[in-house]
């Protein structure tokens, strides 16, 4: 599961890490929660037409009778997207990349759950692998939202929790965005997992379990990196 996430950066380093077409209006998240409205990249047939804004966390889609009537997946399992005939649809034609610097997990110890953020070595963006979907409502207006694909986690992150997120590799990130790639076949293989060697972890303070709370101190470490 991937229930938490960050992304700290400036809107600059993020038009600059993910080639971006465009900007929006944008402020550094520390402690992302599903149902919130997130940023998302959607990709083009040319890799310079990036374009970033907004989707709600929590997938509602199009062929829901009513918005809150369904389970609204933040989540979708990687084996999932490659059985089910209706999430092969979106994954065929509504791709996107969730821009993030972190995630975190909660790590039981006896009744206290502890949250641990699962970085990259270099501290460096990364894109989630996620779907999206409009569902239109009553009024005609449109509800765009999306759900990130996860899949087994690598020894780092099977510690703490039994999934994790696919986190692209920079190279897979051009064909996992590029629209006119509507083959499964080619797509299922980029679901991996991603190698722990070129991540770390460390725990960081309880508050992190307030999904209000949105400051600079859920990212500090309480102990070292491992």
């Known amino acids: 599961m991937c229930g938490r996430y960050t992304v700290t950066v400036t809107m600059e380093e993020l038009m600059l890490h993910f ?5 929006f209006q944008y402020s550094p998240r520390y402690n992302i929660a599903p149902g919130q409205w997130i940023p998302a990249i959607i990709g083009s047939e040319a890799a310079d037409q990036r374009r970033i804004g907004e989707l709600r966390w929590g997938l509602v889609p199009h062929w829901s009778k009513e918005e809150k ?18 999430f092969q649809q979106l994954l ?9 610097d972190g995630f975190y997990e909660w790590k039981k110890s006896g009744n206290v759950k502890q949250p641990v953020r699962f970085i ?10 996620a779907l999206y979907d409009t569902w239109i409502q009553p009024d005609g207006g449109k509800l765009h939202t999306c759900t990130i694909i996860t899949t ?19 190279e ?11 083959e499964a076949k080619k797509l299922i293989p980029l679901l991996q997992t991603f190698p722990e060697e070129q991540m ?11 999904s209000r709370y949105d400051e600079a101190d859920c990212i500090e470490p309480l102990q070292a990196l491992w």
């Open 200 to 210: 770390r972890a460390y725990e960081v303070d309880r508050k992190v379990g307030n």
């Open 92 to 100: 065929t034609r509504k791709r996107c990349l969730i821009p993030a």
């Open 172 to 182: 897979a990130e051009s064909l996992w965005l590029d629209r006119s790639v509507t």
């Open 19 to 23: 080639m971006l077409g465009n900007s």
């Open 120 to 129: 990259m070595k270099d501290q460096s963006l990364f894109g989630m692998a």
């Open 152 to 170: 087994e986690p690598n020894p780092l992150v099977a510690e703490v929790h039994n999934r994790m997120p696919v986190i692209l590799p920079r």
């Open 69 to 86: 009537g369904g389970a609204q997946p933040i989540n979708l399992r990687a084996e999932t997207v490659a059985e089910k005939p209706s």
